[in-house]
């Protein structure tokens, strides 16, 4: 995913949080429940906002309680929203700029031999598929 995502407001971000921590369909109602911080009031507008800006869709409709009420699921995952805004404040064009935010990414994580082999086999992989490669 190339595309640049909107920038979510706190709220929007609070809420999105909870749906990618919990990873299965939630009702409004349960949003609250999960962060103290948001009301049934704020998540009913942020919801409306998040199915306009196509980060939520509908899964279903289910019982809450003895009401029918829609299940909501993300359609993006946090690590595309953060590369998509990551990639935003990066200058175009600088493989610099990338190589610097991987690293400290790396420095912050504190990454163990398993973290650094995967992204050995990763690279390796990009490497490989790179177009216009020479074969040696």
Known sequence: MNETLSKLS???????????????????SEIPKQDSKLNINTVNVVIRNLLKKKYIQVNSIVYSGTVLTRSYEPTISAEQYARSQIMELLPKNKSTSTTNVVAAMLKNENPNMEVIEKLESMLLEYKENLPGKKEV
């Open 10 to 28: 706190n709220k929007e971000l609070a809420t999105m949080k909870v749906f990618w921590q919990v990873e299965q369909p939630m009702v409004a």
